[in-house]
């Protein structure tokens, strides 16, 4: 089958690509940045174009001659996502059926029945009306809580347990779910491919546990080998302010907590088990609670994790790119550079540079970026929770900490968007270059484009800073160069994350069949 793929930079978009190639198709990934997927581990393997949901002529384009069309596409972060997904929904529905195409894939979330749903259940759900009542058939799986390592749900399930040994808990953590494991979800995702005959349908998809919210914290703790979890109700905690909490003690902001806690006030349990008479089980069942778990803390110990929730845009982020000096003209842009040799070789310094952010920091007084980080929580933020993907290696369109990889030049440019809340647009651009006597130089470039008199205030505000933050980040990349000319390391590791580690070190027994 020649399958399309709306989404493909983005959680499950960026694992179903190689597990439809896996079973024989050929696949053509859109994505509004295709820079993106330049060094996605398949990306020779596929056809890249670049394309938006909510433009016809785009949409257009990428769907001619294709036979499948997954639609992974959601704006759930944007202003008004609502509106954006039912005008991208009607968009793929018609020009799918203009293009020929043979059936619609999509995945929606469980919803309760003769309930009012969350803002964000609702849109999923009408974005499922809509595909199936166009005119190409559709297949619309929906699922409940996706555990694998990288997923927003597994993510905050990981922090809220690992973080709080004794927890204030909501309501809502009574409610009964039904989780899935991702690899179970690609599992149903890639044979809706291949389904016979002309199927217009919605099938809910689930493991085989149905457990409260509670018994999933509890039994993460468990499978971690973590302490007994102490546990204290609180009905008035409602879901928004269950959102800010989760905003303040886990990577996910307050944009994406509030439409999940949203969801889970509901009992997300699948009405019945009808997608098997059209898409059988795995040959091995469907994964258990426990083993979903002991799967994504293995890959994320062995730093394994080939897609996360936050490879998608972040919310209030600045897409523009970084306004080049020469061709600027729309106003004030502040820098601040940096440039220090190093006895290093080129190579060595960019191990370094490559390596930055995460477990590792950010060579310049880890209190003050901490605090900058707690600070741009409170307000919505996302902080530096959000850590880094693999260790050594980065790709553009990721999240790192408070930044995005806006583009990267191996082994010579690095440059990161920032995605704190502040009233401009900054960069930090990390560039790499030989001597010419065998050591290095290394240029760092911070860049502000300011946004109103609140801008230019917030620049002169932080400006004294520099000096210290960033000229003592230059000379201690160039001095970790020198110190280490091979893979960097430093000391101190997070305490989040310890038990990913440990299953990390016997991460083999987690088997090889599918994603965890």
């Known amino acids: 089958m020649r399958c399309v793929v709306f989404g493909a930079t983005g959680y499950l978009g960026g694992r179903l690509v190689p597990e439809l190639l896996a079973a024989g198709h050929t696949v053509r990934a859109v994505a509004r940045t295709p820079a993106k997927l330049a060094d996605v581990p398949w990306r020779d393997r596929v056809e890249t174009v670049r394309g938006d949901v909510t433009d016809h002529d785009s949409v257009t384009a990428a769907l001619a001659g294709q036979d499948v069309v997954y639609y992974l596409v959601h704006a759930l972060t944007e202003r008004g996502f609502a509106d954006i997904d039912r005008r991208a929904a009607r968009i793929v529905a018609e020009r799918a059926a203009h293009a020929g195409a043979s059936r619609v894939v999509y995945l929606g979330g469980i919803a309760p029945e003769h309930e009012p749903l969350s803002a964000h259940l609702a849109s999923r759900a009408e974005v499922g009306r809509i595909l199936l009542d166009g005119p190409v058939p559709a297949i619309v799986l929906r699922a409940a809580v996706i555990l694998g390592s990288g997923s927003a749900s597994f993510e905050m399930l990981r922090y809220l347990t690992e973080r709080l040994p004794v927890m204030v808990t909501p309501r809502w953590v009574h409610n009964r779910i039904q989780p899935i494991a991702v690899r179970d979800v690609l599992h149903y995702l890639t044979r809706a491919a291949t389904v016979t005959g002309r199927v217009n349908g919605a099938f809910d998809i689930g493991g085989p546990d149905v457990l409260t919210y509670l018994e999933m914290m509890r039994r993460y703790a468990t499978?971690?080998?973590?302490?007994?979890?102490?546990?204290?109700?609180?009905?008035?905690?409602?879901?928004?302010?269950?959102?800010?909490?989760?905003?303040?003690?886990?990577?996910?902001?307050?944009?994406?907590?509030?439409?999940?806690?949203?969801?889970?006030?509901?009992?997300?349990?699948?009405?019945?088990?009808?997608?098997?008479?059209?898409?059988?089980?795995?040959?091995?069942?469907?994964?258990?609670?426990?083993?979903?778990?002991?799967?994504?803390?293995?890959?994320?110990?062995?730093?394994?994790?080939?897609?996360?929730?936050?490879?998608?845009?972040?919310?209030?982020?600045?897409?523009?790119?970084?306004?080049?000096?020469?061709?600027?003209?729309?106003?004030?842009?502040?820098?601040?550079?940096?440039?220090?040799?190093?006895?290093?070789?080129?190579?060595?310094?960019?191990?370094?540079?490559?390596?930055?952010?995460?477990?590792?920091?950010?060579?310049?007084?880890?209190?003050?970026?901490?605090?900058?980080?707690?600070?741009?929580?409170?307000?919505?933020?996302?902080?530096?929770?959000?850590?880094?993907?693999?260790?050594?290696?980065?790709?553009?369109?990721?999240?790192?900490?408070?930044?995005?990889?806006?583009?990267?030049?191996?082994?010579?440019?690095?440059?990161?968007?920032?995605?704190?809340?502040?009233?401009?647009?900054?960069?930090?651009?990390?560039?790499?270059?030989?001597?010419?006597?065998?050591?290095?130089?290394?240029?760092q470039r911070a860049v502000f484009l300011p946004r109103g008199l609140a801008g230019h205030l917030y620049w002169t505000a932080v400006q004294p800073f520099h000096a210290l933050v960033f000229g003592t980040m230059a000379r201690s990349i160039a001095g970790e160069a020198e110190r280490a000319p091979t893979a960097p390391t430093r000391p101190g590791r997070s305490r989040t994350g310890a038990a990913a580690r440990r299953f990390g070190a016997h991460g083999r027994r987690a088997g090889r069949r599918g994603a965890g």
């Open 223 to 443: 499978v971690a080998r973590l302490r007994r979890r102490v546990v204290l109700p609180v009905p008035l905690l409602t879901p928004w302010l269950s959102a800010q909490w989760v905003n303040l003690v886990t990577p996910v902001p307050k944009a994406i907590a509030v439409p999940l806690i949203g969801s889970l006030v509901h009992e997300v349990v699948c009405h019945d088990h009808a997608v098997a008479e059209h898409i059988a089980d795995p040959e091995s069942g469907l994964t258990p609670y426990d083993r979903a778990v002991e799967l994504a803390l293995a890959r994320v110990g062995r730093d394994e994790v080939p897609t996360r929730w936050s490879d998608a845009s972040t919310p209030g982020a600045a897409a523009d790119p970084l306004p080049t000096d020469p061709e600027w003209s729309g106003g004030t842009l502040y820098s601040d550079v940096r440039e220090q040799r190093s006895r290093a070789d080129p190579e060595a310094l960019w191990e370094v540079v490559e390596a930055i952010g995460g477990r590792r920091g950010w060579y310049s007084f880890p209190l003050a970026w901490s605090v900058r980080g707690r600070l741009d929580r409170l307000v919505g933020g996302v902080g530096l929770r959000r850590g880094r993907r693999h260790p050594h290696r980065l790709r553009a369109g990721e999240a790192l900490d408070w930044w995005r990889v806006e583009h990267i030049d191996r082994p010579h440019v690095l440059r990161l968007r920032a995605e704190l809340r502040v009233p401009g647009r900054a960069w930090l651009e990390l560039s790499v270059r030989g001597d010419g006597h065998g050591g290095s130089v290394y240029r």
